[in-house]
């Protein structure tokens, strides 16, 4: 089988994949980047080396997603719940992240890049949550791809932070609790304009969703990697999507509803 499976060229675009189906890519794809530790303990390193060598993996997949069309790329760089790990991972992964964010900030924008992030960002070290801040103020213009990452991130909490929201503007009357339907619920979101993720990846051979945009990923197909974040880069990528373009999407209905074109809007909206 032909395979693409080099890194792109920053400058410019690498060849596609002849199996895959431009027309059909995932407008948005998630990823849980699991097996950085792991990685790293295989080969006798300290856990921080698989982060570092993980920003190659971020790196690379970024590139694909811009070659492929994805609109959004979400990925989930540190829970809330990685604030229980060792104080010194902790503070590394959040040096890691300014510094990538500070390096990389000159290629995002060459890709016409948004940054974004969602979760409690005043959660963050001062400095890493300036370099966040400025990260997305640089590129709020940019019309290109959505790259969203999640920090200090809960799905559950991203919840609660919108039920908040919420209940405060039912008191101040801006909205009538008994309209609140799906739709309505799902505006109080960190990043209500975006899509929800059609494909959701995990690395790490792990099995689980670990609080990661639980409303969001409501109908998203699954693509379970055996690989190690650092490990995985263009060719396992390009494996995802394939992956994803062999599913057929039901949303709910049957095979024969969605061959002949029927949709409906689910849910209680
Ligand atoms: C999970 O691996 C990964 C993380 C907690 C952080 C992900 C961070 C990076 C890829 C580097 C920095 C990110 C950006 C966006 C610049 P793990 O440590 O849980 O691995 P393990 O399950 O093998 O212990």
Redesign the pocket.
């Known amino acids: 089988m032909p395979s693409s499976s080099r890194d792109s060229d920053p400058a410019g675009p690498a060849s596609l994949h002849p199996e895959i189906d431009a027309a059909h890519v995932p407008r948005h794809v998630a990823i849980?980047?699991?097996?950085?530790?792991?990685?790293?303990?295989e080969r006798g390193l300290e856990?921080n080396a698989?982060?570092?060598e993980?920003?190659e993996?971020?790196r690379e997949i970024i590139r694909a997603c811009r070659d492929y069309g994805v609109e959004v790329l979400t990925?989930?760089?540190?829970?809330i719940e990685?604030w229980n790990?060792p104080k010194g991972?902790v503070s590394e992964?959040m040096r890691?992240?300014e510094e990538?964010?500070e390096t990389e900030l000159a290629e995002v924008m060459e890709h016409g890049a948004q940054v974004r992030s969602i979760g409690r960002l005043d959660r963050l070290p001062p400095s890493t949550r300036r370099a966040v801040e400025h990260a997305v103020a640089e590129t709020a213009d940019n019309e290109g791809m959505k790259l969203v990452?999640a920090l200090s991130y809960g799905g559950r909490t991203e919840i609660v932070d919108a039920a908040r929201r919420l209940a405060r503007d039912a008191e101040l009357g801006k909205i009538d609790p008994e309209g609140v339907d799906e739709k309505a619920f799902a505006s109080y979101l960190y990043a209500a304009d975006l899509p929800d993720p059609d494909l959701l990846i995990r690395t790490?051979a792990?099995q689980r969703v670990s609080n990661f945009l639980l409303w969001q990923i409501a109908y998203a197909e699954l693509h379970l990697s055996e690989r190690?974040?650092?490990d995985f880069r263009r060719a396992e990528f390009e494996a995802a999507i394939l992956d994803y373009q062999r599913r057929e999407r039901r949303f709910g209905l049957t095979s024969e509803q969605v061959r002949d074109g029927e949709a409906d809007e689910g849910g209680d909206s």
């Open positions: 849980i980047m699991d097996g950085n530790g792991r990685w790293a303990v856990r698989g982060h570092r993980g920003i993996s971020v990925l989930y760089a540190f829970s990685n790990r991972e992964l890691l992240l990538y964010l990452f790490g792990e190690m974040w650092p």
